[in-house]
């Protein structure tokens, strides 16, 4: 299978590895929109192209893997790579998603291509085990909790601020909300009591500091419906401090059973993540092989993780998986 990867930050380098450890994949190109002659990867004889270039390569990948923040790129780039590629992203911007879909959707279909948006942990592997347990306890409650860890999709909204030269952002879990639910106490929570965010922002020479905090406090399907915290720091103490990227966090579905609802159940999918990006791009590059294999067969369109069958995602063939996982 050859793999194209648009986009070099953190999620590409995640997805350069991801493929280098893959046997069943062969990085074949990776774009950008910086100098390409500026930008290093770590794969031996792989071809680094201006994005400007990249229609030239339409005859020569299986699947596009676009890299590109929900903020602002996916929603341009997505809808305008399917229509030469079969393509895959992780926007995750979860208010936005059926609007995505549908242009993608549009997009890819015209062009008789397969595309899957929003892959990833979360929108990904929690959104699956939501479904699931939905599914097998539907008297219940779901809750979702994300960190303690930095958010790719949040830091990048935060970078896009006018003013701010750059800058991290931590999702907080709220622990006497954690601690209820997995008690069974089926809180009603809001989205301020589950979470906090803390950002840390180095501001351009003269900027506006307090036009970046109110910006970034009120800013829409990010910080608006949340108590943030803004820190404004040296590029020095960022790249001190805040260099890494770690995250996880928790889906639980809590629910009765019995006649009369006598039985309680938690059900808890918990993800420990030393590099968001890195275990952010394994999934894109497992989704990516199963819509190579739904393209295969003549599939189109766009698609999400609850449309695409576990056996896809594997290496392995049905009759390994029956005899070995199931």
């Keep these: 299978m050859k793999v194209g990867i648009y986009g070099y930050g953190n ?12 046997e069943d994949m062969e990085l074949v190109a990776v774009f950008t929109r910086r100098d390409p002659s500026t930008v290093k990867i770590q794969t031996a004889g792989v071809t680094v192209a201006s ?41 995750d911007t979860h208010a936005r998603i059926p609007e995505h879909f549908e242009n993608v959707n549009t997009a890819a279909k015209s062009s008789a291509h397969i595309a899957l948006i929003s892959a990833g942990w979360d929108p ?4 699956l085990n939501r479904l699931y347990a939905n599914a097998i ?33 931590y999702t907080i879990p709220v622990d006497s909300a954690l601690a209820s639910v997995r008690a069974g106490e089926n809180p009603d929570l809001t989205t301020r009591q589950k979470h906090t965010r803390e950002c840390f922002v180095v501001a351009e020479e003269g900027a506006d500091k307090a036009a970046i905090e ?21 590029e020095e103490e960022l790249q001190k401090n805040h260099s890494g990227i770690p995250h996880g966090g928790f889906v639980f579905r809590t629910g009765t059973t019995g006649w009369n609802n006598e039985n309680k159940h938690v059900i808890e999918y918990s993800l420990k993540l030393d590099s ?7 999934v894109i590059v497992a989704y990516a092989r199963a819509i190579n294999r739904l393209h295969q067969e003549g599939n189109i369109g766009c698609r999400t993780v609850f449309d695409i069958a576990p056996a896809y995602l594997s290496p392995l063939s049905d009759e390994e998986l029956r005899a070995h996982m199931l």
Excluded at 69 to 83: C, I, Q, R
Excluded at 219 to 224: G, H, L
Excluded at 276 to 282: D, G, Q, R, W
């Design 11 to 22: 999620l590409g380098r995640g997805i350069e590895c991801a493929v280098k450890n893959s």
């Design 51 to 91: 994005a400007n270039d990249v229609e030239k390569f339409a005859d020569k990948i299986d699947v596009m893997i676009i890299c590109g923040g929900s903020a602002t790129d996916l929603p341009e780039m997505t809808p305008a790579l399917a229509k030469h590629f079969n393509v895959i992203d992780s926007f």
């Design 124 to 127: 990904g592997m929690f959104s």
């Design 137 to 169: 306890l539907p008297n219940g409650n779901d809750y979702t909790f994300w960190g303690k860890g930095v958010s790719q999709g949040h830091s990048d909204a935060i970078r896009r601020v006018k003013g701010v030269k750059n800058g991290k952002q």
């Design 214 to 234: 109110k910006e970034i406090k009120e800013m829409p399907n990010y910080f608006s419906d949340y108590d943030t915290t803004v820190h404004f720091i040296s």
């Design 276 to 282: 968001n990006p890195e275990f952010t791009a394994s």
